[in-house]
C-alpha cells in the first residue's frame, strides 16, 4: 500500500510502500526515481527495511533489490540470488537461498526463436 510520496525536487522522488508480514512485521519499500542515483543504481531504484510493528525496531536491508511476500514467507533478491525466510520476533530465521543467478549470462536470439 503507498503510504507517503517524498520529494526533494522534480529530480529527486520516493515513494514509500508498506506491507504486512507476518503478525508483528512491516516491509517498506522506498521507490527512488532519481536523477544523479548512486553507484551502482539507475535512475529507478529500491531501499528496503523490515519493521518490527510492537517496538519500531528497523532492520534496514540496503542490499536488496526487491522484497515481496509469497504466500506466508518472505523472498527478496540480493546480489543476484533470491533468498527467502521466515521472521521470528527480533529477526530473520531460516534464511535459505532459493536460486543463484549469477552464472547466467545475455544469449542473443534473432526472432522467431
Known amino acids: 500500500m503507498l503510504t507517503d510520496h517524498l520529494s526533494a525536487g522534480v ?18 519499500k522506498y521507490g527512488h526515481a532519481q536523477v544523479g542515483s548512486p553507484p551502482g543504481k539507475g535512475c529507478y531504484w529500491d531501499e528496503h527495511e523490515l519493521i518490527q510493528a510492537q517496538s519500531n525496531f528497523c532492520l534496514k536491508q540496503p542490499g536488496w533489490e526487491w522484497a515481496d511476500l509469497d504466500g506466508t514467507r518472505l523472498v527478496w533478491a540480493e546480489s543476484g540470488c533470491l533468498w527467502t525466510a521466515s521472521l521470528t520476533g527480533s529477526s530473520l530465521a531460516e534464511i535459505r537461498l532459493l536460486h543463484d543467478f549469477n552464472h547466467m549470462i545475455f544469449e542473443r536470439r534473432t526472432a522467431p526463436y
Open 11 to 28: 529530480t529527486d522522488q520516493c515513494d514509500v510502500f508498506e506491507k504486512t508480514v507476518g503478525n508483528s512485521w512491516l516491509l517498506r
